[in-house]
């Protein structure tokens, strides 16, 4: 049986190890911490015997929902964790009003693409831009 559940940080070594084994890039701790301030409803975990086994990460920003970081142990794949993952996330985007709701895809990533188009998510022709925001240098003259 699996449990899906909202994130503790007692969660948190298991999900850092479970996305580094998914390849996911793992999000810093200061980061986490920031992001559940805001809607940690949204930053989910599935539970199997308990062991974390899938994580996903939502957030909403009053106009949009986001999914971020959907990873499942590669041992307990096409179980339909993936799909409870995002339901229950969509359930909860749904209690917001959230009217929309964007993930990113890369494009060579055909498999989750498909995963994706199967729960209804659509490509959009849009172009992702990015702006790393580093603390800039202060200069004394």
Known sequence: MIEIRQFGWPDHEAVVGLWASAGRDVVPRDEL?????????LFLVAVADQTVVGVV?????????WILRLAVDPTRRRQGIAS???????????ALDC????????????????????????????????????TPEIRIT
Do not use: H
């Not at 009217?99 to 992702?128: I, K, M, S």
């Open 99 to 134: 009217p929309r709701v964007n993930l990113l895809v890369l494009p060579e990533d055909t498999g989750a693409l498909r995963f994706w188009q199967a729960l209804g998510y659509l490509p959009c022709p849009d172009v992702l831009c990015s702006k790393p925001m580093t």
């Open 57 to 65: 990460l939502g957030t909403y920003d009053g106009r949009r929902g």
């Open 33 to 41: 911490a920031a992001k559940l301030q805001r809607d940690p409803q």
């Open 84 to 94: 409870g993952l995002i339901g229950e996330l969509e359930a909860r985007f749904a």
